[in-house]
């Protein structure tokens, strides 16, 4: 299985870094994971609707310059669809089975995501309610896919 995961922007503190390093080790035998990381633009506070668009919309263009056509994409989004660990243990066992095993998550920037990105993705993926910073999410992503793959072989790692 590969499994990328887009974000925007560069991992700037030591210990996002660390944390995701830890977790691309722990993922090693259970898949092909990789991190790909696009160019955000600058978005200062007062910015008008239409100039938040615009970043959002290069933003996406990067992003979707990374997607090839045959990647199931998962969006991350706020307002996307929320589901137990083990119902997102099971879907990415499933897209294995059934022909997906290039399986590509997408983190949003500090605006979020563009239409144009959330219109390519399969499916969505939310954490709730809360608004989590984007580096931040890119290691809670992380350790609920390694999360998944320890409930996948019956792991006490899942409690
Ligand atoms: C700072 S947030 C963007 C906030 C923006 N107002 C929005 O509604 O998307 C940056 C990215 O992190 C991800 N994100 C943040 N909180 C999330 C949550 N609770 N569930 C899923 N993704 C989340 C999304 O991909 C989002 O685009």
Redesign the pocket.
Known sequence: MNIKIIG?GKLKEKYFREGIAEYLKRMDKFAKVKIVEVADEKAPENLSEAEMAEVKDKEGKRILAKIKDKEWVI??????K?RPSEAFAKEIADLGTYGHSDITF????????SPAVMKRAND???????????QL?RLV?MEQIYRAFMINIGSPYHK
């Not at 969006?75 to 996307?80: F, M, S, V």
């Not at 997408?106 to 995501?113: A, D, E, N, Y």
């Open positions: 925007v969006a991350l989004a706020i307002e996307g929320q997408v983190i949003g920037g500090s605006l979020g995501l969505t993926l939310s954490f709730g309610k809360l608004t989590m910073p984007h999410m992503l």
